[in-house]
């Protein structure tokens, strides 16, 4: 897990009091949180976006967090901005509200019985709109939902405005997967005109501004966003969340000014600084779920940070769908005490657990026989029940449960399928062959079209790719051979490497509609390896199969374009093809520059298993 430093003269700040730190420790321990240790970090001053970065006593930086300037070299190199004690602690998360000293004091301040229930924020109806364009939901651009708010009577220092952005890039970590799912915009409401804003789609080439971290007067500055991705650092590291993109979002105020491209970069035009006080924060992303937690849990440190601060809300207009946000209403959870109670495995009547629930900061009260729990807006970790049954054990305290038993034994065994992989990686490796292990997603390109396969419609497409090269599960080990052969170019030869593993095919009649099939693949490569080579490493591994009668098997030459004409062979028992073998054709094996003969080989090892048990 990431590691985060929490400055503890914020942290007491905003507790109330200084803890002794072994204390602190020893109840951060109790609540969860994996304390690393206390150390003393150094401070610097970004010269481009003026953003404090922090290292280690015995470390130097290396580039700006927010802009991505090259503090390496002498034209950014940062100024030095004294010292701060930290606490270093692992992120959890499921808990991304514990994330900066205000999430985590507020939350201690109810686990050691300062405070119980959930603290309140003002929360006003505000006068901002933003329009959305309804072809940010196309394929051209795809980041279609956005929601925002204003808070307003901020006050900042350089430790608070460093925590705000700390808290961005780790939500961006932890609720964002790197900015996919929620990426977060901070704006200087004053550099702001409104109160009418557009988030839209715009042509790379189109418009210029200034991105963050670049100087406002300098002409040369202004950039379109087609140029920010190829050059500006922060466009170059997340350039791949718009690839495949003919035009990219742009959020724009009422005068046309461009204050971001999300999830790329803001504006220098709009950039938070320590006379701020008002803000626009917005947050962009693929569906309301994930972006309404992230500007909940933004907005609800802000206000803890500065208890006199308010908050305004933003109309979002979809065409005709409007919808208000944020919305700090609490989720409403209700539990059943007695079996909460047996759940933790502790005597607790229900009056103790709204006590305990009052600690982790919900607001609780007995409902009958149940209990309605009011589970506060910054809490993104509660999707169940059972999630408020953890709350109460942590609050109860792990520690204090009593040990219990087994009242039963249960015995493992290794799965058959398991097994019979381990016979044939044994076989293999016997060989000489060396087991390499491949990524189990491809694209259609990688799989088909280069190895010279047939193409199926049966293979398993993801809806959501990461990227390109990987938006199907695999159907054959050899596409991965190949490639490991590829990259091998530059070792001794010859190469003898095998992979037994699984592969994917829809499978209608599955309860999931997919199914997995067990596959061992081997290859040959090397001056002198042809078919005779592969078709005796095939005879030996079949030798080792118990209870497998060579002559149910039989060879019949292969057509597939990934074998040199008359050098491959389909292997079919009982009718059915089982496996392929053969020496592969040198127009395949230029698709990898591979320079070297290769012979490769396919079985299922699933289908052997069958052949066995079915008596061929």
């Known amino acids: 897990m990431p590691i985060v430093g929490i400055p503890l003269d914020q942290f007491d700040a905003r507790f109330g009091e ?22 003393t970090m150094r401070r610097f001053r970004c010269k481009c976006c003026a953003a404090l970065a922090e290292v280690g006593e015995d470390e130097s ?109 780790t939500i961006h970590w932890a609720l964002g997967r790197d900015r996919k799912l929620a990426s977060i915009g901070v704006y200087d409401l004053a550099k702001v005109r409104g109160p009418l804003l557009r988030y839209a789609a715009a ?50 105020d009422q005068a046309g000014a461009v204050l971001s491209m999300p999830p790329i970069i803001n504006s220098e035009a709009t950039r938070v600084t320590l006379e701020t006080r008002d803000v626009l924060i917005d947050v962009t992303g693929l569906d309301d779920r994930h972006i309404d937690r ?45 079996a909460a109670a047996r759940l933790i495995g502790a005597p607790l009547s229900a009056d103790e657990i709204v006590s305990y629930l009052g600690a982790m900061r919900h607001d609780a009260q007995v409902r009958g026989e149940s209990i309605r729990v009011e589970v506060p807006a910054w809490r993104a970790d509660i999707l169940h029940p059972r999630d408020l049954c953890e709350d109460i054990a942590i609050a109860y305290g792990y520690d204090r449960l009593e040990e219990v038993g087994l009242t039963s034994a249960t015995y493992g065994a290794a799965d058959s399928r398991e097994e019979r992989a381990g016979r044939v990686r044994q076989a293999l490796i016997g060989q000489g062959f060396l087991e390499v292990m491949t990524l189990a997603l491809c694209s259609e390109e990688a799989s088909f ?110 057509d597939l374009p990934l074998f040199l004409e008359g050098r491959g062979a389909e292997v079919l028992a009982a009718g059915r093809r089982i496996g392929r073998l053969g020496e592969v054709s040198p127009a395949i094996l230029e698709n990898y520059r591979i320079i070297h003969p290769v012979s490769v080989a396919e079985f299922s090892v699933d289908a052997l298993a069958r052949i066995t048990a079915a008596g061929h």
């Open 294 to 338: 992230a500007l909940n849990i933004v907005i609800c440190s802000l206000l803890e940070t500065t208890p006199s601060a308010h908050a305004r809300t933003v109309d979002i207009a979809y065409g005709e769908e409007t919808r208000r946000v944020p919305d700090l209403e609490a989720q409403i959870v209700d539990i059943d005490p007695v």
């Open 449 to 558: 079209d280069k190895t010279g396969l047939e193409r199926r419609d049966d293979f398993i497409r993801l809806e959501h790719p990461i990227s390109v090269e990987q938006t199907m599960v695999r159907v054959s080990t050899i596409p991965g051979l190949m490639d490991t052969l590829a990259i091998n170019l530059g070792h001794p030869y010859p190469q003898r490497i095998c992979e037994v593993g699984l592969v994917g095919r829809l499978r209608p009649e599955e309860e999931t509609g997919a199914g997995e099939e067990l596959m061992a693949g081997f290859a040959l490569a090397g001056d002198g390896f042809g078919y005779a080579e592969i078709r005796s490493a095939v005879d030996a591994l079949l030798a080792e199969w118990p209870l497998l009668d060579p002559a149910t098997l039989d060879f019949v030459p292969s």
């Open 203 to 252: 042509e790379r080439d189109g418009l210029r501004f200034v991105p963050l971290g670049y100087d406002l007067d300098d002409p040369s500055a202004e950039q379109t966003p087609a140029e920010i991705l190829d050059s500006h650092p922060k466009g170059k590291a997340f350039a791949k969340l718009l690839e495949g993109c003919s035009r990219v979002p742009l959020l724009s």
């Open 18 to 39: 200084t803890l002794d730190r072994a204390l602190l420790e020893n109840e951060l321990h109790r609540f969860g949180c994996s304390v690393e240790g206390w150390t």
């Open 61 to 169: 930086p290396v580039a700006c967090e927010i802009c991505g300037a090259d503090f390496r070299s002498e034209a950014h190199a940062p100024t030095p901005a004294g010292e701060v004690k930290v606490l270093r602690m692992e992120l959890l998360a499921v808990r991304p509200d514990l994330f900066d000293p205000a999430g985590l004091a507020r939350a201690m301040r109810g686990f050691l019985g300062k405070e119980s229930g959930a603290p309140r924020y003002r929360l006003e109806t505000g006068e901002w709109r933003i329009e959305v364009d309804p072809a940010l939901a196309g394929p051209d651009v795809h980041r279609p939902r956005i929601v925002a708010a204003t808070l307003h009577d901020l006050a900042f220092d350089d430790g608070s405005l460093r925590s705000l952005m700390k808290l961005q890039e």
